[in-house]
């Protein structure tokens, strides 16, 4: 019995091979697509442009603040799991307290804020310095620096900051306490130092 007569007689389960491999086919094709598109997205969202400075307040203090672009030029929305800021001082006049803190920011994962696929959203963090121990603190690190022959202000000093984010790619519900082994597939870590905490 040649292959076309056995086909028509059993066209029921050639039929039903024929579409269950074109299914599987189907899912293969759209799983490489997706993992593909989830890939190509943790190697393409960035942070840009970051940018920081420090203004003198008219009460002796200090403002300090920092400024990021998140780029998202994926096709997937990003939902925004915890966004953290750090801002501090390398303390090289003082061997008990190497570093002074000057502000912080932490949002959460009860905000939920998103970044639309192929957009670009920003992030601004700030913090008044204007207590009197810190500001203290930050005038003996001028005066030491001085007689090293540097010369700094409040609103030149090499401030540290510190940024980091962690997101999850949409699209792809699933319990992210029972199904941790997914939870890389679909999870993008950035973060940024400045170039004087880098050093």
């Known amino acids: 019995m040649g292959l076309i007569e056995k086909i028509k007689r059993h066209w029921v389960s050639a ?35 970051p940018h920081y400075e420090a203004q003198a307040t008219i009460d002796g203090g200090v ?18 799991y915890t966004l953290a ?6 303390n090289m006049s003082s061997t008990s307290e190497r570093t002074i803190p000057l502000g912080e920011d932490y949002v959460g994962p009860t905000k ?12 601004s963090f700030w913090a008044v310095v204007d207590d009197p ?12 620096m001085r007689g090293l ?19 999850y790619i949409g699209g792809f519900n699933h319990d992210y306490l029972r199904e941790r082994y997914l939870n890389d597939l679909v999870t993008v870590s950035l973060e940024y130092s400045s170039p004087e905490m880098v050093a």
């Open 15 to 49: 039929t039903l091979y024929l579409v269950l491999s074109l299914f599987f086919l189907g899912a293969c094709l759209v799983s490489t697509n997706t993992y593909g598109g989830v890939a190509q997205a943790q190697r393409d969202i960035a942070l840009r442009n």
């Open 63 to 80: 403002n300090i603040s920092f400024s990021v672009q998140l780029y998202n030029p994926s096709r997937f929305t990003l939902h925004i």
């Open 85 to 90: 800021w750090y801002a501090a001082l390398t």
């Open 112 to 123: 939920y804020a998103e970044v639309p696929a192929k957009s670009t959203a920003n992030y």
């Open 133 to 144: 121990a810190k500001i203290g603190k930050l005038t003996g690190f001028i005066n030491y």
């Open 149 to 167: 022959g540097d010369n700094y202000t409040l609103e030149t000093l090499p401030y540290d900051h510190q940024f980091a984010t962690i997101m």
